[in-house]
């Protein structure tokens, strides 16, 4: 139930926060009373007159200086306004759907990990779909199928995650979707959507695949739930919820009763909380269409020189991942991903092959061979998912990526660092050079200790992690190694 949200903020130094917005606002407010001031003295104010407004203007100055800075600590040490507003936390009772569901309470203290419910015997599970409102039917989409595939790019395309000014749409790919949403053993019936009985027009749909999960010491095979879409003039149906809890019994049909999902907004109750990360390619593209802005004092020319990156990789053994290289890509990385508390398990090398195999326009992966050994010692990947630029009259696309799983074999804590910082930075290069214009990441895995350096901004966006069915201890985004598409 991924809903991130589109963040324009590239640079740290030019986030159009609080702060700026207030001393625009009381430095307007200044310039009208000192132009009153002034009519009133040129109509026959004397200079005492003049000298105690001026005494009052440095007066006035000085408390607006005071509350910019204390509103400039106030943000260093928590979230701007526009993040905060998404991740307010509500009790229980204000979670009418989520209060009936086996999820942690907020204010709940977890000492043992472990199933909240038992496991529902077979004969106990409801065989028959949840009822819809009388207007619509429950289907079963066919992904080979191209035209219920395009349905679904239609419907998440304009119903999915957008930015909060209508700006910006995630635009999903039929390539992307088939990549997300059939993974080996992957269950058609877990591709759940709702028509309209009339016409047959999808409005609603939600999706599981399932997955191996270790949290903390427990594996988990369970269901991984994204992509969950209501049409907007849908909203106030209440489908979500029954769109929940019927890919729930689809779930306990097949004997799963854990799910992963994320989501923007806090609800009962997070086993982690990440922030996304932005880094330009393109400046010029992402200030012309308003996806970032230009910092206070800096001019384009200047902001382009910043973000200037080589137009060659520096680390020697860089190339494509071919098919080939699935073996010990799946051995690095589930060595890798021990170092941390909640991390996918890819069991299988077709696992390795889906999820990681380079496919143009979606996943692109790069390994490291030693040149003497010919072992792969690091390999990373990002994917691709662009959004529409709406209603601009020259760019109607944001080329964009998103880190997704890598791994190093460096053992050294400041030798990752480097190493990381390296990698990175050739991932930024390939990236540049396949066009794109932003480059995204979560501060998950160890992805903080080349975030500052490499000049990632921090975006306004928040995604929290969370698990149906099971109770665990909270962790810091650095233990988290899942990554959702």
Same mark, same amino acid.
């Given at each position: 139930?991924?809903?991130?949200?589109?963040?324009?903020?590239?640079?740290?130094?030019?986030?159009?926060?609080?702060?700026?917005?207030?001393?625009?606002?009381?430095?307007?407010?200044?310039?009208?009373?000192?132009?009153?001031?002034?009519?009133?003295?040129?109509?026959?104010?004397?200079?005492?007159?003049?000298?105690?407004?001026?005494?009052?203007?440095?007066?006035?100055?000085?408390?607006?200086?005071?509350?910019?800075?204390?509103?400039?600590?106030?943000? !260093?040490? %928590? *979230? #701007?306004?526009?993040?905060?507003?998404?991740?307010?936390?509500?009790?229980? @009772?204000?979670? &009418?759907?989520?209060?009936?569901?086996?999820?942690?309470?907020?204010?709940?203290?977890?000492?043992?990990?472990?199933?909240?419910?038992?496991?529902?015997?077979?004969?106990?599970?409801?065989?028959?779909?949840?009822?819809?409102?009388?207007?619509?039917?429950?289907?079963?989409?066919?992904?080979?199928?191209?035209?219920?595939?395009?349905?679904?790019?239609?419907?998440?395309?304009?119903?999915?995650?957008?930015?909060?000014?209508?700006?910006?749409?995630?635009?999903?790919?039929?390539?992307?979707?088939?990549? !997300?949403? %059939? *993974? #080996?053993?992957?269950?058609?019936?877990?591709?759940?959507?709702?028509?309209? @009985?009339?016409? &047959?027009?999808?409005?609603?749909?939600?999706?599981?695949?399932?997955?191996?999960?270790?949290?903390?010491?427990?594996?988990?095979?369970?269901?991984?739930?994204?992509?969950?879409?209501?049409?907007?003039?849908?909203?106030?149906?209440?489908?979500?919820?029954?769109?929940?809890?019927?890919?729930?019994?689809?779930?306990?049909?097949?004997?799963?009763?854990?799910?992963?999902?994320?989501?923007?907004?806090?609800?009962?109750?997070?086993?982690?909380?990440?922030?996304?990360?932005?880094?330009?390619?393109?400046?010029?593209?992402?200030?012309?269409?308003?996806?970032?802005?230009?910092?206070?004092?800096?001019?384009? @020319?200047?902001?382009?020189?910043?973000?200037?990156?080589?137009?060659?990789?520096?680390?020697?053994?860089?190339?494509?991942?071919?098919?080939?290289?699935?073996?010990?890509?799946?051995?690095?990385?589930?060595?890798?991903?021990?170092?941390?508390?909640?991390?996918?398990?890819?069991?299988?090398?077709?696992?390795?092959?889906?999820?990681?195999?380079?496919?143009?326009?979606?996943?692109?992966?790069?390994?490291?061979?030693?040149?003497?050994?010919?072992?792969?010692?690091?390999?990373?990947?990002?994917?691709?998912?662009?959004?529409?630029?709406?209603?601009?009259?020259?760019?109607?696309?944001?080329?964009?990526?998103?880190?997704?799983?890598?791994?190093?074999?460096?053992?050294?804590?400041?030798?990752?660092?480097?190493?990381?910082?390296?990698?990175?930075?050739?991932?930024?290069?390939?990236?540049?050079?396949?066009?794109?214009?932003?480059?995204?990441?979560?501060?998950?895995?160890?992805?903080?200790?080349?975030?500052?350096?490499?000049?990632?901004?921090?975006?306004?966006?928040?995604?929290?992690?969370?698990?149906?069915?099971?109770?665990?201890?909270?962790?810091?985004?650095?233990?988290?190694?899942?990554?959702?598409?």
């Amino acid at each position: 139930m991924d809903e991130q949200e589109h963040d324009h903020v590239f640079d740290g130094e030019g986030e159009g926060s609080t702060i700026d917005k207030m001393r625009a606002k009381q430095e307007k407010k200044n310039m009208k009373k000192a132009k009153k001031k002034a009519a009133k003295i040129s109509a026959g104010g004397s200079k005492a007159d003049l000298e105690d407004t001026a005494a009052k203007q440095k007066e006035l100055q000085e408390k607006v200086r005071m509350l910019v800075n204390q509103l400039a600590i106030r943000e !260093a040490i %928590q *979230p #701007p306004p526009s993040a905060s507003s998404s991740q307010k936390q509500k009790d229980m @009772s204000s979670h &009418k759907f989520w209060s009936t569901q086996p999820v942690p309470k907020h204010d709940e203290t977890i000492e043992e990990d472990g199933p909240i419910e038992p496991d529902t015997p077979y004969d106990q599970i409801r065989k028959e779909p949840y009822v819809l409102p009388k207007e619509f039917e429950w289907v079963t989409l066919e992904l080979n199928n191209e035209s219920e595939l395009n349905e679904l790019y239609t419907l998440l395309t304009n119903n999915y995650v957008e930015d909060d000014d209508a700006m910006f749409r995630f635009d999903y790919s039929g390539d992307f979707l088939k990549w !997300a949403l %059939q *993974p #080996p053993g992957y269950l058609k019936t877990w591709h759940v959507g709702v028509r309209v @009985s009339a016409n &047959k027009r999808l409005v609603a749909f939600v999706s599981g695949i399932p997955a191996d999960i270790r949290i903390y010491n427990s594996h988990q095979h369970l269901v991984e739930i994204n992509f969950l879409c209501v049409h907007k003039k849908l909203r106030s149906k209440r489908l979500a919820p029954v769109l929940i809890k019927e890919i729930t019994r689809r779930s306990h049909l097949q004997g799963i009763f854990q799910a992963v999902y994320t989501a923007g907004v806090v609800l009962p109750k997070p086993i982690s909380k990440a922030r996304y990360y932005h880094r330009s390619l393109n400046p010029k593209k992402l200030i012309d269409t308003n996806f970032s802005r230009l910092p206070p004092n800096t001019t384009l @020319s200047r902001l382009i020189k910043k973000f200037k990156l080589p137009t060659e990789t520096s680390t020697p053994g860089l190339r494509s991942m071919v098919e080939k290289d699935v073996p010990e890509i799946r051995t690095l990385l589930n060595e890798y991903m021990s170092k941390f508390n909640f991390v996918p398990v890819f069991k299988t090398d077709d696992e390795i092959k889906h999820w990681i195999l380079t496919k143009d326009k979606v996943i692109w992966s790069f390994v490291v061979e030693d040149p003497e050994t010919k072992k792969l010692t690091d390999f990373f990947s990002f994917y691709y998912l662009p959004s529409s630029v709406i209603g601009h009259q020259v760019h109607k696309t944001i080329n964009a990526v998103y880190l997704f799983y890598y791994a190093v074999k460096e053992s050294d804590e400041k030798a990752i660092k480097g190493r990381l910082q390296g990698l990175m930075k050739d991932a930024l290069i390939l990236a540049k050079l396949k066009n794109v214009d932003v480059f995204n990441c979560l501060d998950l895995l160890e992805n903080k200790l080349f975030i500052d350096d490499l000049k990632f901004g921090p975006g306004d966006g928040f995604l929290n992690y969370y698990m149906y069915n099971w109770r665990c201890k909270g962790m810091g985004s650095d233990k988290v190694g899942v990554v959702m598409l």
